[in-house]
């Protein structure tokens, strides 16, 4: 592949920079979706089909998610993120946490990267971890409790907030 | 402006999910690159004068660089980064840190990203506090060394190596 530098920073920006890699890995990662039809129905920025399926593509290319057949449904495919994938949580922890400071993001939409920021590295490997457990079948080690389930908690109080006021 | 959505991850890819943003931003914080001159003729990835252009106006627009006439002479024009811009470095950081590790990048090119990720937050405030002297006009706390004079000797040092061998 002809690469424009070697620089990591450049390499990272090939791979990632565009419109919608970085937001279809984060559905992923925080609403894991994991088939094509929910990427696509459930996509809070109404990402179209043909760039979906662009982008999902290009992510199986550079190596960040697999694919599966879903032993429950003949068509569907699983997809899954790879090591590869799981290990940009730190960049998008603070790509979330400079939105949370710099763009006009909305509380409910806000709070999982309010939790990942003010969790600090130690959440982040457990979040890692747990994405292991969930894409790539690793066991969770000792002790590491469910991020995911505390962010979406967390999610669900700022909606009850927002409704009793 | 109209917006995709406001979940602070997609806000800060529309701000910097393109293929240039954080190139451009990146030669700015690393290289103290100032001017359009200097960052056309030494971009290692020969960004093109109209997309160098683009992304300027972009970056501007989005309140990450400002622009200030050069008193030595009498058309350029030097860019600043802002704050806005200068919160950035974890995300930098971050990127470059997954660069090094899932990347094909270079040594000499990898160096500066390697001692950032090896120097922790401690290092990143550091070189925040200096890029805010460089680009801000704002006083080094008592005590910060200069992490971009670190990391230009740590470059020179992998020159040196190579050239050894």
């Given at each position: 592949?002809?690469?424009?530098s070697?620089?990591?920073?450049?390499?990272?920006?090939?791979?990632?920079?565009?419109?919608?890699?970085?937001?279809?890995?984060?559905?992923?990662?925080?609403?894991?979706?994991?088939?094509?039809?929910?990427?696509?129905?459930?996509?809070?920025?109404?990402?179209?089909?043909?760039?979906?399926?662009?982008?999902l593509?290009?992510?199986?290319?550079?190596?960040l998610?697999?694919?599966?057949?879903?032993?429950?449904?003949?068509?569907?495919?699983?997809?899954?993120?790879s090591?590869?994938?799981?290990?940009?949580?730190?960049?998008?922890?603070?790509?979330?946490?400079?939105?949370?400071e710099?763009?006009?993001?909305?509380?409910?939409?806000?709070?999982?990267?309010?939790?990942?920021?003010?969790?600090?590295p130690?959440?982040?490997?457990?979040?890692?971890?747990?994405?292991?457990?969930?894409?790539l079948?690793?066991?969770?080690?000792e002790?590491?409790?469910s991020?995911?389930?505390?962010?979406?908690?967390?999610?669900?109080?700022?909606?009850?907030?927002?409704?009793k006021?």
């Amino acid at each position: 592949m002809d690469h424009r530098s070697g620089c990591p920073i450049n390499l990272a920006v090939e791979v990632l920079g565009d419109r919608w890699s970085v937001v279809v890995l984060r559905d992923m990662m925080f609403g894991n979706r994991r088939t094509f039809r929910d990427l696509h129905v459930n996509s809070l920025e109404g990402i179209a089909t043909n760039i979906l399926a662009a982008r999902l593509k290009h992510l199986e290319a550079e190596g960040l998610i697999t694919f599966a057949p879903d032993p429950g449904h003949k068509q569907k495919k699983i997809d899954s993120l790879s090591e590869k994938a799981i290990s940009l949580v730190p960049v998008l922890v603070h790509l979330g946490a400079w939105g949370l400071e710099h763009t006009p993001s909305t509380p409910e939409l806000g709070v999982r990267a309010e939790v990942l920021a003010r969790g600090g590295p130690k959440m982040w490997e457990d979040f890692m971890a747990e994405l292991r457990s969930i894409h790539l079948g690793i066991s969770m080690p000792e002790g590491v409790t469910s991020v995911c389930d505390f962010m979406q908690k967390s999610y669900e109080a700022v909606l009850n907030e927002q409704q009793k006021s």
